[in-house]
């Protein structure tokens, strides 16, 4: 028997597809409502039996859904808000993205170990040029985006100081997660997503959907060779950990001129500890970076610093219940 860590991580990959599998299938949003069976769920679904009974039994011994007395499976209260397909913290898009795209990169990681990722890298195209790709990437990667991106910009929202700020740009903002919860706390903002052009459709959807116009509208652009729209504050969500410290700084550098003054830049990204050991969607995250990215993971610390050298002052944390957080920087 393998220490319960090791069995975890070993198996881990197992689970990964079954989980994505069931959200993919309709599985969990059928299991949020009751509890049934295996036959039951493959005839109303129009499943193969057999299969589901496999995948059911995998996720009850690891735990993501219940069996109960009766022989019924169920998504149990404490695990709904992530599997309910309806919830905004689903993590179904967010798997797609995984299995659709970074499944397919993480072979690289063999070649990084023994030549070096700008070597491996030279022959491979450029990570956004993957992520948007084709019309199905990209919205699989959006929709990673928004889920990872709005609930927890509704906790981030309130301490980012934003009843001082008449205008935002959200510095690749994908469909408007951040803009949305941001507009939806703050009357009289107005918000802008800057984004390549291939975005500009969903960004349209997502005014249309919410009932945003003249509120929110679009801007594109390529962040590396373009500067940003003039603004009061300039927003960076799971930006910044893309690229190297020197792209970082650039980019920093474009928020600073872009803000007037008293403006501010708002840094929303995961965290590591202080010691880096964790916290584990951190580390996982900060691998990931390696292979479908440039970038990697930083402390407030190594944030700040940056922030610093960008000539932004007065840095400020704000930690949210979730995986991810707020670092402040103001203009003067």
């Given at each position: 028997?393998?220490?319960?860590?090791?069995?975890?991580a070993v198996y881990g990959v197992y689970a990964t597809t079954a989980i994505h599998l069931a959200d993919k299938h309709g599985v969990f949003g059928f299991l949020v409502d009751q509890a049934a069976?295996?036959?039951?769920?493959?005839?109303?679904?129009?499943?193969?039996?057999?299969?589901?009974?496999?995948?059911?039994?995998?996720?009850?011994?690891?735990?993501?859904?219940?069996?109960?007395?009766?022989?019924?499976?169920?998504?149990?209260?404490?695990?709904?808000?992530?599997?309910?397909?309806?919830?905004?913290?689903?993590?179904?898009?967010?798997?797609?993205?995984?299995?659709?795209?970074?499944?397919?990169?993480?072979?690289?990681?063999?070649?990084?170990?023994?030549?070096?990722?700008?070597?491996?890298?030279?022959?491979?195209?450029?990570?956004?040029?993957?992520?948007?790709?084709?019309?199905?990437?990209?919205?699989?990667?959006?929709?990673?985006?928004?889920?990872?991106?709005?609930?927890?910009?509704?906790?981030?929202?309130?301490?980012?100081?934003?009843?001082q700020v008449g205008h935002l740009v959200d510095v690749g903002g994908a469909s408007g997660p951040f803009c949305v919860a941001a507009l939806e706390a703050t009357p009289g903002l107005r918000a802008?997503?800057?984004?390549?052009?291939?975005?500009?459709?969903?960004?349209?959807?997502?005014?249309?959907?919410?009932?945003?116009?003249?509120?929110?509208?679009?801007?594109?652009?390529?962040?590396?060779?373009?500067?940003?729209?003039?603004?009061?504050?300039?927003?960076?969500?799971?930006?910044?950990?893309?690229?190297?410290?020197?792209?970082?700084?650039?980019?920093?550098?474009?928020?600073?001129?872009?803000?007037?003054?008293?403006?501010?830049?708002?840094?929303?990204?995961?965290?590591?500890?202080?010691?880096?050991?964790?916290?584990?969607?951190?580390?996982?995250?900060?691998?990931?970076?390696?292979?479908?990215?440039?970038?990697?993971?930083?402390?407030?610390?190594?944030?700040?610093?940056?922030?610093?050298?960008?000539?932004?002052?007065?840095?400020?944390?704000?930690?949210?219940?979730?995986?991810?957080?707020?670092?402040?920087?103001?203009?003067?």
């Amino acid at each position: 028997m393998l220490p319960s860590a090791l069995e975890k991580a070993v198996y881990g990959v197992y689970a990964t597809t079954a989980i994505h599998l069931a959200d993919k299938h309709g599985v969990f949003g059928f299991l949020v409502d009751q509890a049934a069976p295996t036959a039951e769920i493959a005839d109303k679904l129009g499943l193969d039996e057999e299969t589901l009974d496999r995948l059911l039994v995998l996720l009850d011994s690891f735990g993501v859904i219940d069996r109960n007395e009766d022989g019924a499976y169920l998504v149990t209260p404490e695990m709904a808000p992530y599997l309910d397909p309806r919830s905004p913290r689903s993590v179904g898009g967010f798997l797609s993205h995984v299995m659709g795209s970074t499944i397919g990169r993480l072979p690289h990681l063999d070649g990084y170990l023994t030549d070096g990722k700008s070597a491996v890298d030279a022959a491979l195209p450029a990570p956004f040029e993957v992520m948007y790709k084709t019309p199905k990437l990209t919205e699989e990667f959006l929709a990673a985006m928004w889920e990872l991106t709005y609930d927890v910009s509704r906790e981030l929202v309130p301490m980012a100081g934003l009843d001082q700020v008449g205008h935002l740009v959200d510095v690749g903002g994908a469909s408007g997660p951040f803009c949305v919860a941001a507009l939806e706390a703050t009357p009289g903002l107005r918000a802008t997503v800057y984004e390549l052009p291939e975005v500009e459709p969903y960004v349209a959807d997502t005014v249309e959907k919410f009932g945003l116009q003249g509120r929110l509208d679009f801007a594109a652009g390529d962040f590396h060779r373009d500067e940003f729209p003039a603004t009061d504050c300039v927003a960076f969500g799971y930006i910044l950990s893309g690229w190297t410290d020197e792209t970082g700084l650039e980019l920093l550098q474009k928020a600073y001129r872009a803000c007037s003054d008293g403006g501010r830049v708002l840094i929303m990204d995961r965290l590591f500890d202080d010691d880096r050991r964790g916290p584990l969607p951190t580390a996982v995250m900060n691998l990931s970076m390696h292979v479908e990215a440039k970038g990697r993971h930083r402390t407030s610390a190594e944030f700040i610093g940056l922030l610093e050298a960008a000539g932004f002052v007065d840095c400020e944390v704000h930690r949210s219940t979730q995986d991810k957080q707020l670092v402040i920087g103001h203009k003067r």
